[in-house]
């Protein structure tokens, strides 16, 4: 299993008092990549010698280390603390799921819109990067889902323009993450509802920079995760510099860690850590400490299919 070689990371504080810190999270490094003993927060999971027999026989060995692709600009679930860590809900969670197996794990810190093409390289063995699990990418991909999320609207505080939902988007700015499923919700919007007036679509490298966009006035709203939405409007300034628009949930989908399609083994070593997780409470204790309890799943899914 070979390392990611592309790295990016940032080393401001992750979106504290004003968006100039939150931009920061953009900047780039590279060479290095965050061994596992220096990521995630230490969590008390045993191995679980059941499940560790599911991982491919090369993965058993004493010496065995995947490498995990992720882009650490999307806080709540993985961002870079002061100490340079990558820290993070989804971090937290692929720690505690890794340790129930007994794997080691290096995280590559890269560009988002290069991390599938680093998985397609095998040059990470799993993206772990808060990405929704759609039928088109299960087209290549496999999922084991962690959690379920949906789409936030982000606006000044105060909402000036009187934005609610989607269709209030029509003929507007709107900055948004590049090759997301957010994106696609916008270009499905222009071919529909919007077909009048199409939303002007700002496409950014980072949710960082989408969501400058905004505060600069460049943009009306940004479109992005319901999660990392609502930990930006709270934690940028004093919460009083952004708000989620929509009060209604939009595009529910869940997120998932992304395997190569076939990748049997792991994808059936990892739902069964998750799953396992989930049954012993270690799960809940995560999503608390991150205060995500909201979008908790019961049953950890490949590809979003019950059992």
């Known amino acids: 299993m070979a390392l990611g070689h592309r790295v990016r990371g940032h080393r401001a504080r992750a979106v504290t008092g004003s968006i100039a810190a939150l931009a920061a999270l953009g900047g780039l490094l590279t060479g290095c990549a965050t061994d596992s003993a220096e990521s995630a927060e230490s969590t008390a999971v045993e191995v679980r010698p059941e499940l560790r027999a599911l991982l491919p026989g090369e993965l058993r060995a004493e010496s065995a280390r995947i490498a995990v692709g992720t882009e650490s600009g999307y806080p709540p679930f993985e961002y870079t603390n002061e ?71 982000m606006v000044p505080a105060g909402n000036p323009e009187g934005i609610k939902n989607l269709k209030d988007l029509c003929g507007r700015p709107v900055a948004v993450l590049v090759e997301t499923t957010q994106a696609e919700a916008l270009a499905a919007l222009n071919a529909n509802q919007c077909q009048a007036k199409p939303v002007n679509v700002l496409t950014f490298e980072t949710d960082a920079d989408a969501l400058a966009q905004v505060q600069a006035g460049k943009a009306d709203a940004e479109l992005t995760q319901w999660s990392t939405g609502a930990y930006n409007a709270k934690q940028v300034g004093s919460g009083d510099i952004f708000q989620v628009a929509n009060t209604e949930i939009i595009n529910p989908t869940p997120l998932g860690f992304r395997f190569l399609k076939g990748d049997v083994e ?14 012993d409470g270690t799960y809940a204790e995560i999503l608390a400490k991150h205060d995500l309890s909201a979008g908790a799943l019961t049953t950890a899914t490949v590809n979003n299919q019950q059992p």
Do not use: C, H
């Open 83 to 153: 100490a340079g860590r990558i820290v993070g809900f989804e971090i937290d969670l692929f720690d505690a799921a890794s340790k129930r197996l007994g794997l080691k794990y290096n995280f590559v810190d890269m560009p988002w819109d290069s991390l599938v093409d680093e998985l397609y390289a095998s040059n990470v063995d799993v993206v772990a990067a808060a990405m929704s699990d759609t039928p088109e990418r299960q087209a290549d991909s496999d999922f084991v889902d962690y959690y379920n999320d949906s789409d936030a609207i």
């Open 266 to 279: 792991m994808v059936r070593a990892y739902q069964a850590a998750v799953q396992s997780i989930i049954d």
